[in-house]
């Protein structure tokens, strides 16, 4: 049965799994709040926030997120910063937030997208009566794009889940460090990565079908 | 940061050393990048093929490929690469570890290109094929001259823009043992002991010529795109970026 060393070996297996999961979840949660921060920078009124904003999205768009997790795991203790005293801890949160700040960039582009969308009318309207700008984004602004960024988002958390994996490049014990684990100990390559791919597929196929349906249904709507 | 840590990068060989990665990285990336560009478009031709036997397998292999980590399938090739060539080339066959990197990368991105490809096909007017078809073009001459023509110049822009993705996914093939750019920075600090200064630097090569890909792709039009192949490029480009 494909996958069925998974079972030999349920402690590295499921463990790693969880660790993906984990980080996953942890990444997602900080993509969406450092995204839809910089998004409200982007659309700003006030220039250098709109900078500050378009370079955070070019420059973590435009460099491999593993020399982004070799940076806050090796780089950042260097410069007398750490997440924790604990190494494994320190790694696991190193991953996590680097999957944060890296996906945050493309949520901050979906977002933004998503908030030029809104109809200027709404927002003159809600200024003229009076609500103040941080006001208008809260109750008008932020709310209408909410429909429109949860297709796109759910891509964006299926190349998360993916991307979870070049954490086990800085030694996160996540579901492609159990595979290499089993497959040095075993040599069954085949079978390690196929329960490998069986449990990766578990997560972002569903998600992906989940994706594709909103997406039909969006459509229809429009 | 420590102060003594920059007079090396004076130094014309630790430069030297760098560029061997970087040449190895853009040589990487434009050998895979055919490859797959070939591999892409017959997947995409086959799952818009009218003939089971060739749609259902593409259909299988672009979905299946297109939901996996990159990472696990370059670890992969990387270990049992040499073994599945062996029944071709001998036992003694073994595998370099760039080709493994090679096959690993453009796995995936043959299915991401043939989903770009897909989306440029489908989006033409019915009109197109069905004139070209009352002229008495055959299906293949069809495609051949009318069809792929149009879709590709169509597409070159969002092929451009998966450029930056397949620029930093090279970056990956380091832990397989590829000397590329970051691997190259590895090696560096992990002698002199400065990988923030390493890194800095090789982040910012990285960023120099992915933000040139992504800004000429942005410049560069050959054509009206209809929304809904616009959209259908833009989910792709989401789900598909890696590394």
Redesign the interface.
Same mark, same amino acid.
């Given at each position: 049965m494909p996958g069925g060393i998974a079972f030999e070996f349920p402690q590295l297996y499921f463990t790693g799994l969880w660790v993906t999961i984990q980080l996953s979840i942890l990444g997602l949660l900080g993509a969406l709040v450092i995204g839809t921060i910089v998004a409200v920078m982007r659309v700003s009124p006030i220039a250098p926030l709109r900078w500050i904003g378009a370079a955070y999205v070019e420059f973590f768009r435009n460099t491999p997120l593993v020399v982004q997790l070799f940076f806050l795991f090796l780089g950042l203790p260097l410069i007398g910063f750490r997440f924790s005293t604990d190494t494994f801890e320190h790694i696991f949160r190193a991953a996590a937030i680097g999957m944060g700040v890296y996906h945050g960039a493309y949520v901050a582009e979906v977002v933004r997208g998503g908030l030029l969308g809104v109809d200027r009318g709404q927002i003159e309207a809600a200024r003229s009566l009076g609500l103040s700008y941080p006001q208008m984004l809260r109750y008008v602004q932020l709310p209408q794009t909410f429909r429109s960024v949860i297709p796109p988002l759910g891509n964006i958390g299926i190349a998360l889940v993916k991307n979870t994996s070049l954490a086990s490049t800085i030694g996160v014990t996540d579901l492609l460090f159990a595979a290499e684990i089993v497959e040095s100990r075993t040599f069954r390559a085949e079978e390690a990565f196929s329960a490998a791919t069986l449990l990766y597929l578990s997560q972002t196929a569903p998600l992906g079908i989940a994706v594709n349906t909103l997406e039909r249904r969006m459509l229809v709507a429009r | 940061?420590r102060p003594d840590t920059w007079p090396m990068f004076l130094e014309p060989a630790i430069w030297g050393f760098l560029f061997e990665g970087l040449r190895e990285t853009i040589y990487l990336a434009l050998v895979y990048v055919a490859l797959s560009f070939v591999a892409g478009l017959l997947f995409a031709l086959g799952r818009l093929s009218r003939r089971r036997w060739l749609r259902w397998p593409s259909i299988f292999y672009i979905? #299946?490929v297109r !939901?996996?980590? +990159?990472?696990?399938l370059i +670890?992969?090739f990387g270990?049992?690469g040499s #073994?599945l060539f062996r029944p071709i080339f001998g036992p003694d066959f073994e595998l370099p570890r760039f080709w493994a990197g090679v096959l690993g990368l453009s796995m995936y991105t043959s299915a991401v290109l043939a989903e770009i490809i897909r989306a440029g096909i489908v989006s033409l007017p019915r009109g197109q094929t069905e004139a070209a078809r009352a002229l008495g073009l055959s299906h293949a001459q069809t495609m051949r001259s009318v069809i792929l023509p149009q879709a590709l110049r169509l597409m070159v822009p969002a092929m451009m823009a998966q450029l930056?993705t397949v620029i930093? @996914?090279t970056?990956?093939v380091?832990?397989i043992g590829v000397f590329e750019l970051?691997r190259q920075g &590895?090696t560096i600090?992990t002698q002199f002991f400065n990988? +923030?200064e390493v890194?800095?630097i +090789? #982040?910012t090569i990285?960023?120099v010529i992915?933000?040139a890909l992504?800004q000429a792709s942005r410049r560069l039009e050959l054509g009206y795109v209809p929304k809904a192949a616009r959209i259908k490029i833009? @989910?792709i480009a989401? &789900? @598909?970026? !890696? #590394?």
């Open positions: - | 940061m979905e #299946a !939901a996996l980590p +990159v990472l696990l +670890v992969y270990i049992k #073994a930056t930093k @996914d970056s990956l380091g832990t970051l &590895r600090y990988p +923030v890194l800095l +090789v #982040a990285y960023f992915c933000f992504s833009q @989910d989401l &789900r @598909d970026q !890696a #590394a």
